[in-house]
T-cell receptor
C-alpha cells in the first residue's frame, strides 16, 4: 500500500511568485493535514482538510491556502512568496479526524 | 494552546547504550504520537500512545496523561537511530498535532 506522496520534492521560486504543492493521502484516508518546518521555528500546523472542507487553520496569513479534491488529494498554495516561506512542507493523512497521522516525505520550498 | 517541552535537546550516545527522552505537555491531550525524523526530513511514526505503555522492538514508550508527560525509551542504540525525535500531542477535542522542539540524537560507533 502506498504511503502519503508529495510533489514536487523540491521547488525553487522567487519572491512574489506563487507556489503549488500537492499531496496524495493513503488510500481510504479522508483527512489531510499540512505542516511547515522552517529553520528555527520548528514544525507548525498549517491547515486541515476533511471531506473536502477546511476544518482548521493554524496561525498563518491568508496567502497560505489550499483545497481538497473529491479523491481526497490536496493542494497547498502559497501566494506572494516571501523569503521566510522557505521551509519543508509536510503533508499528513489520517483515516478520520481522531486517528493516527502518517506523513509524506515533504516538499522543500526555497524562495530566492 | 498546548505547550510541549522535550528534553534533552541534544544527546550523544555510544552504540549499544540506552536512553530516555522526555516530553512534558501543559494540558490534557486526546492523542500523542512519537516520531523519528530522518536526515532527509521524513517523519516516521514510532508510537501512537495517548496513555499507557507500548513496546516495539528496542523502542518503548509510556504516557502518563494525568501527570502530563510521555517517555520514549531507546535500548541498545544503533547508529541508524540518529536523527531528531519529536513528540506531538493533540489537545482535547482537537486534531492538530503540536510538536515539541525535538531531541537531536547522535549515536556514535
Amino acid at each position: 500500500e502506498a504511503g502519503v506522496t508529495q510533489s514536487p520534492t523540491h521547488l525553487i521560486k522567487t519572491r512574489g511568485q506563487q507556489a503549488t504543492l500537492r499531496c496524495s493521502p493513503i488510500s481510504g484516508h479522508t483527512s489531510v493535514y499540512w505542516y511547515q518546518q522552517a529553520l528555527g521555528l520548528g514544525l507548525q500546523f498549517l491547515l486541515w482538510y476533511d471531506e473536502g472542507e477546511e476544518r482548521n487553520r493554524g496561525n498563518f496569513p491568508p496567502r497560505f491556502s489550499g483545497r481538497q479534491f473529491p479523491n481526497y488529494s490536496s493542494e497547498l498554495n502559497v501566494n506572494a512568496l516571501e523569503l521566510e516561506d522557505s521551509a519543508l512542507y509536510l503533508c499528513a493523512s489520517s483515516l478520520d479526524a481522531q486517528n493516527i497521522q502518517y506523513f509524506g516525505a515533504g516538499t522543500r520550498l526555497s524562495v530566492l | 494552546g498546548i505547550q510541549v517541552e522535550q528534553s534533552p535537546p541534544d544527546l550523544i550516545l555510544q552504540e549499544g547504550a540506552n536512553s530516555t527522552l522526555r516530553c512534558n505537555f501543559s494540558d490534557s491531550v486526546n492523542n500523542l504520537q512519537w516520531f523519528h525524523q530522518n536526515p532527509w526530513g521524513q517523519l516516521i511514526n514510532l508510537f501512537y500512545i495517548p496513555s499507557g505503555t507500548k513496546q516495539n522492538g528496542r523502542l518503548s514508550a509510556t504516557t502518563v496523561a494525568t501527570e502530563r508527560y510521555s517517555l520514549l525509551y531507546i535500548s541498545s542504540s544503533q547508529t541508524t537511530d540518529s536523527g531528531v525525535y519529536f513528540c506531538a500531542p493533540t489537545e482535547g477535542g482537537g486534531n492538530k498535532l503540536t510538536f515539541g522542539t525535538g531531541t537531536q540524537l547522535k549515536v556514535e560507533l
